[in-house]
């Protein structure tokens, strides 16, 4: 009797079980939404650049009809990209991978961008050093032709300012 | 024979340029005067020789020759005039020669200038100018020719080639037939306008890039060339800020992706020389106003003609496949090799007049305008990084791999997100660098704190003012419900902008007003034209973040679905309901099969608003094409496209809707902008009466300089 109960119990457990599962599985068919939702993020091989939601092509209409057959199996949306992916490689994703030498794609950019602040920095730097101290420096050996051109320089100078004035 | 015609005008003009080079060069080196006059001259015929060329191919479009090629290929009887027209720019061979035709018209508009100042600029400029234009030339003549005609074999065999083949004869019109056609998704009025503006864009930028290697040649290292080219800077910028809103527009009415821009490799291309144009742009008053980034703003020049020729080789070459890439063909080496050489010339030249181009001035602090203009320049910098990058990685990875990869939108909009909205940020304190270091000081005089600290104290105090608009703005959103935190951020600074930027308007004219004893308004007016470039800019300004409204709108609020409907049925997005009326196919005039649906809209409440009626057309050749129908107001857009490509039929017809709200601000911010720029770059009437006395003071340095 005890055993016939704990058979009993198993069984309706697992029939339990079982149709919840069921009903989790296949509430219903998957909407348009849904597929849009999973094919935004895929690009077919052929139609490069467009993604696979708004394709016209009929090869990306299969695309579709596959990820609506996945979604109506119970597969999650990560699991219809792993899919795609093993089917025709990275390139159906909408950005590289986070794996293995497709982060040197990731970091690049960055490392440029650090370079630019970097380069940015040093300019405000060498650019707040006063300019006379420069300047003496490369004044010292004045010889009269340099100073003749420092004249003529400067005055060309207030002739440039006098004309920026004006312009 | 027109079409020979046309084709001895090309070669013409491709032996004209080689010359105007040539005579340029004689003239320069051995400072003969008549040489650079003889090339100034050859250079001032490309615009009317090509102008014939470009006629000649318009003629052979309108007049529907099909012996010839290049008409066969994009026009057909049923086509309009105003289309067999723009498809002059509808191929590739055609294109090219538009290019150098729109690029003889600068070239040619250069040398009506007076050069009385700055002879020693004219034979370089020729020279780019004229190389520029012979390499265009070149790949019409040798590669891609518009005017070749069809001709048939001893064996009947039709194949196209520009000078009769040994057996062949020309083939007759009743041979031929009817032409292809252009695509479908050109057949636009959007065909009439993008393109030729996006082009403007592209070549004008080559006339400051000549003017700089002038520059750079003949070792006139002041600002001279940045003067002269100002107006032209911000001609060339304004024809690409409008080629490249036109094709945003274009793209969201007939691509039916309910977008306008999907970071298409083409889009960026046009997109990178914009952004090294606009930091120069910026960077260039710097160099006006202190003598400061006279290096940097070489390399920004460069870098924009080198990305303008970099833009038309990817829409040209088909080196990347994408939406755009309608024309494909073999002349990608010599593009690669033409922008690597001319890289490599202007990169040298600037190294060997590195020295020469020293800074003048110094930076004041951290909250100085240079140092506001180089964080502007770096965000713009920043921006390129990555869009270069996302263009080029995916041709790195197939070539060093073999495998290709995408890189789509998620990877731009992280990227490039957050420094468009400090550019934003940047863009609102921008008017308080108007003020000068100066101003600020006296601000900041009374604490004896460090000199930073007294510029980010005399900053606050200024800001607090338009900040409060701001805050209550972002109080608001947050009462509405968003919680979004980038649009929070993002529509804060827009109104953080917004109110620094007309706060700024106010001030002055109030100031003036009461000045002068003016009205406001006729203060404001006055204020705008005497400092044109300021106010401009500012003006600018405000239409960036209108079309910032936009995007942030588009980007972060848009909701879609999809649904296939039988009349009757309806659908809800974002409060709309949309109801499915009827469907309609009906032949249109010239032979395309509509196929047109009805959709009843009604809002919250029940009332109904209007009709939409999305459809698609199927050309005589079969190619399908789908036109959302749409409901545009201030506050939204809904946008339904007609899913054809799942299958149509009565009973069941598949719908998509998107909900846009914000997206037409992008548009009127654009206006705005164009506007801006009409008044930054409108000509001073004052301006002729300087050069008398200029000359006078000039002359006196002219021999040695």
Same mark, same amino acid.
């Given at each position: 009797?005890?055993?016939?109960?704990?058979?009993?119990?198993?069984?309706?457990?697992?029939?339990?079980?079982?149709?919840?599962?069921?009903?989790?599985?296949?509430?219903?068919?998957?909407?348009?939404?849904?597929?849009?939702?999973?094919?935004?993020?895929?690009?077919?091989?052929?139609?490069?650049?467009?993604?696979?939601?708004?394709?016209?092509?009929?090869?990306?209409?299969?695309?579709?009809?596959?990820?609506?057959?996945?979604?109506?199996?119970?597969?999650?949306?990560?699991?219809?990209?792993?899919?795609?992916?093993?089917?025709?490689?990275?390139?159906?994703?909408?950005?590289?991978?986070?794996?293995?030498?497709?982060?040197?794609?990731?970091?690049?950019?960055?490392?440029?961008?650090?370079?630019?602040?970097?380069?940015?920095?040093?300019?405000?730097?060498?650019?707040?050093?006063?300019?006379?101290?420069?300047?003496?420096?490369?004044?010292?050996?004045?010889?009269?032709?340099?100073?003749?051109?420092?004249?003529?320089?400067?005055?060309?100078?207030?002739?440039?300012?006098?004309?920026?004035?004006?312009? | 024979?027109?079409?020979?015609?046309?084709?001895?005008?090309?070669?013409?003009?491709?032996?004209?340029?080689?010359?105007?080079?040539? /005579?340029?060069?004689?003239?320069?080196?051995?400072?003969?005067?008549?040489?650079?006059?003889? /090339?100034?001259?050859?250079?001032?015929?490309?615009?009317?020789?090509?102008?014939?060329?470009?006629?000649?191919?318009?003629?052979?479009?309108?007049?529907?020759?099909?012996?010839?090629?290049?008409?066969?290929?994009?026009?057909?009887?049923?086509?309009?005039?105003?289309?067999?027209?723009?498809?002059?720019?509808?191929?590739?061979?055609?294109?090219?020669?538009?290019?150098?035709?729109?690029?003889?018209?600068?070239?040619?508009?250069?040398?009506?200038?007076?050069?009385?100042?700055?002879?020693?600029?004219?034979?370089?400029?020729?020279?780019?100018?004229?190389?520029?234009?012979?390499?265009?030339?070149?790949?019409?003549?040798?590669?891609?020719?518009?005017?070749?005609?069809?001709?048939?074999?001893?064996?009947?065999?039709?194949?196209?080639?520009?000078?009769?083949?040994?057996?062949?004869?020309?083939?007759?019109?009743?041979?031929?037939?009817?032409?292809?056609?252009?695509?479908?998704?050109?057949?636009?009025?959007?065909?009439?306008?993008?393109?030729?503006?996006?082009?403007?864009?592209?070549?004008?930028?080559?006339?400051?890039? /000549?003017?700089?290697?002038?520059?750079?040649?003949?070792?006139?290292?002041?600002?001279?060339?940045?003067?002269?080219?100002?107006?032209?800077?911000?001609?060339?910028?304004?024809?690409?800020?409008?080629?490249?809103?036109?094709?945003?527009?274009?793209?969201?009415?007939?691509?039916?992706?309910?977008?306008?821009?999907?970071?298409?490799?083409?889009?960026?291309?046009?997109?990178?020389?914009?952004?090294?144009?606009?930091?120069?742009?910026?960077?260039?008053?710097?160099?006006?106003?202190?003598?400061?980034?006279?290096?940097?703003?070489?390399?920004?020049?460069?870098?924009?003609?080198?990305?303008?020729?970099?833009?038309?080789?990817?829409?040209?070459?088909?080196?990347?496949?994408?939406?755009?890439?309608?024309?494909?063909?073999?002349?990608?080496?010599?593009?690669?090799?033409?922008?690597?050489?001319?890289?490599?010339?202007?990169?040298?030249?600037?190294?060997?007049?590195?020295?020469?181009?020293?800074?003048?001035?110094?930076?004041?602090?951290?909250?100085?305008?240079?140092?506001?203009?180089?964080?502007?320049?770096?965000?713009?910098?920043?921006?390129?990084?990555?869009?270069?990058?996302?263009?080029?990685?995916?041709?790195?990875?197939?070539?060093?791999?073999?495998?290709?990869?995408?890189?789509?939108?998620?990877?731009?909009?992280?990227?490039?997100?957050?420094?468009?909205?400090?550019?934003?940020?940047?863009?609102?304190?921008?008017?308080?660098?108007?003020?000068?270091?100066?101003?600020?000081?006296?601000?900041?005089?009374?604490?004896?704190?460090?000199?930073?600290?007294?510029?980010?104290?005399?900053?606050?105090?200024?800001?607090?003012?338009?900040?409060?608009?701001?805050?209550?703005?972002?109080?608001?959103?947050?009462?509405?419900?968003?919680?979004?935190?980038?649009?929070?951020?993002?529509?804060?600074?827009?109104?953080?902008?917004?109110?620094?930027?007309?706060?700024?308007?106010?001030?002055?004219?109030? /100031?003036?007003?009461?000045?002068?004893?003016?009205?406001?308004?006729?203060?404001?007016?006055?204020?705008?034209?005497?400092?044109?470039?300021?106010?401009?800019?500012?003006?600018?300004?405000?239409?960036?973040?209108?079309?910032?409204?936009?995007?942030?709108?588009?980007?972060?609020?848009?909701?879609?679905?999809?649904?296939?409907?039988?009349?009757?049925?309806?659908?809800?997005?974002?409060?709309?309901?949309?109801?499915?009326?009827?469907?309609?196919?009906?032949?249109?005039?010239?032979?395309?099969?509509?196929?047109?649906?009805?959709?009843?809209?009604?809002?919250?409440?029940?009332?109904?608003?209007?009709?939409?009626?999305?459809?698609?057309?199927?050309?005589?050749?079969?190619?399908?094409?789908?036109?959302?129908?749409?409901?545009?107001?201030?506050?939204?857009?809904?946008?339904?496209?007609?899913?054809?490509?799942?299958?149509?039929?009565?009973?069941?017809?598949?719908?998509?809707?998107?909900?846009?709200?914000?997206?037409?601000?992008?548009?009127?911010?654009?206006?705005?902008?164009?506007?801006?720029?009409?008044?930054?770059?409108?000509?001073?009437?004052?301006?002729?009466?300087?050069?008398?006395?200029?000359?006078?003071?000039?002359?006196?340095?002219?021999?040695?300089?």
């Amino acid at each position: 009797m005890k055993k016939l109960f704990s058979i009993l119990l198993f069984v309706t457990l697992f029939a339990a079980a079982w149709t919840s599962k069921a009903a989790a599985q296949d509430p219903q068919p998957p909407s348009d939404d849904d597929v849009n939702r999973v094919a935004r993020q895929l690009f077919c091989p052929v139609c490069e650049n467009t993604p696979l939601d708004v394709c016209p092509t009929e090869a990306c209409r299969q695309w579709r009809a596959l990820i609506r057959e996945k979604l109506a199996a119970g597969w999650s949306d990560e699991q219809i990209k792993q899919y795609f992916v093993e089917q025709y490689g990275a390139r159906v994703l909408s950005e590289p991978p986070r794996q293995g030498w497709y982060w040197a794609f990731y970091l690049i950019p960055v490392v440029l961008l650090l370079l630019g602040v970097y380069i940015l920095y040093r300019a405000f730097t060498s650019m707040r050093q006063p300019l006379s101290e420069s300047a003496q420096v490369e004044a010292a050996p004045e010889s009269p032709a340099a100073v003749e051109t420092q004249g003529q320089q400067d005055y060309l100078r207030r002739v440039e300012e006098e004309l920026k004035k004006r312009n | 024979m027109f079409a020979d015609f046309g084709f001895g005008v090309l070669v013409i003009t491709f032996l004209l340029s080689l010359y105007g080079i040539s /005579a340029a060069l004689i003239g320069h080196f051995k400072k003969k005067q008549a040489w650079v006059e003889s /090339a100034r001259l050859s250079m001032l015929l490309t615009f009317p020789l090509l102008t014939l060329g470009a006629l000649t191919l318009i003629y052979l479009l309108v007049t529907n020759d099909f012996t010839v090629k290049f008409v066969y290929d994009v026009i057909s009887f049923d086509m309009p005039l105003y289309l067999k027209i723009t498809a002059l720019w509808g191929g590739q061979s055609g294109s090219l020669l538009f290019w150098s035709w729109l690029m003889a018209a600068f070239a040619t508009a250069v040398t009506l200038r007076k050069w009385d100042r700055d002879r020693e600029f004219l034979p370089w400029v020729v020279i780019v100018s004229c190389v520029t234009i012979a390499f265009f030339l070149g790949l019409n003549i040798f590669f891609e020719n518009p005017f070749a005609h069809f001709w048939v074999s001893v064996s009947g065999e039709i194949f196209p080639a520009t000078f009769q083949p040994a057996n062949a004869r020309l083939v007759t019109l009743d041979e031929i037939g009817n032409g292809t056609g252009l695509n479908p998704l050109l057949r636009h009025p959007g065909m009439i306008i993008h393109p030729p503006m996006l082009y403007l864009g592209f070549v004008a930028f080559v006339i400051p890039f /000549a003017f700089a290697l002038a520059a750079l040649v003949t070792g006139r290292t002041d600002d001279r060339w940045i003067r002269l080219t100002r107006r032209w800077t911000l001609i060339a910028w304004l024809f690409l800020s409008l080629g490249l809103v036109l094709g945003g527009r274009w793209a969201y009415d007939v691509l039916g992706w309910g977008g306008y821009w999907g970071w298409d490799p083409v889009e960026i291309a046009a997109f990178m020389p914009w952004l090294t144009g606009t930091a120069f742009l910026h960077s260039v008053m710097i160099q006006e106003k202190r003598g400061m980034l006279k290096h940097w703003n070489m390399i920004l020049i460069i870098l924009t003609y080198a990305l303008v020729i970099f833009g038309t080789f990817l829409t040209r070459s088909g080196v990347l496949s994408s939406v755009h890439a309608f024309a494909q063909s073999a002349i990608g080496p010599s593009f690669f090799i033409f922008i690597g050489v001319t890289f490599v010339i202007s990169v040298a030249l600037l190294i060997y007049r590195w020295a020469e181009l020293k800074s003048e001035g110094q930076m004041q602090s951290m909250f100085s305008r240079e140092a506001l203009f180089l964080l502007n320049n770096l965000l713009f910098m920043g921006i390129l990084v990555v869009c270069f990058w996302g263009v080029i990685s995916p041709l790195i990875s197939e070539l060093l791999t073999n495998q290709k990869v995408t890189v789509g939108p998620p990877y731009y909009e992280r990227a490039a997100g957050p420094l468009f909205g400090a550019l934003l940020l940047l863009m609102g304190i921008a008017p308080l660098s108007a003020w000068g270091h100066t101003t600020l000081k006296n601000l900041a005089a009374q604490s004896n704190l460090q000199l930073e600290k007294r510029y980010a104290l005399a900053i606050a105090r200024l800001l607090w003012k338009p900040a409060v608009p701001a805050l209550l703005v972002l109080i608001g959103l947050f009462a509405s419900g968003i919680r979004d935190i980038y649009a929070l951020i993002g529509l804060t600074l827009a109104a953080l902008t917004t109110s620094i930027t007309a706060y700024e308007f106010w001030r002055a004219a109030r /100031a003036r007003s009461r000045a002068q004893q003016e009205n406001f308004f006729v203060a404001l007016w006055r204020l705008a034209g005497r400092n044109r470039r300021r106010y401009g800019g500012y003006t600018i300004h405000l239409g960036v973040v209108l079309m910032a409204l936009g995007i942030i709108g588009i980007e972060m609020f848009q909701t879609q679905t999809q649904k296939s409907m039988a009349v009757g049925e309806n659908i809800q997005i974002s409060g709309y309901t949309l109801r499915y009326d009827s469907l309609a196919q009906f032949p249109s005039e010239d032979g395309r099969q509509v196929t047109r649906a009805v959709l009843s809209v009604f809002d919250k409440n029940g009332a109904l608003l209007g009709e939409l009626h999305p459809r698609y057309d199927v050309y005589p050749s079969g190619e399908p094409m789908t036109i959302p129908g749409v409901r545009s107001t201030l506050a939204d857009d809904l946008y339904v496209v007609l899913v054809n490509w799942e299958g149509v039929s009565e009973q069941t017809t598949p719908f998509k809707i998107y909900h846009n709200p914000l997206v037409n601000w992008l548009w009127l911010g654009a206006f705005v902008f164009i506007f801006g720029t009409l008044i930054a770059a409108w000509p001073d009437e004052e301006r002729e009466t300087i050069p008398a006395q200029a000359r006078s003071t000039q002359a006196a340095f002219q021999p040695g300089d």
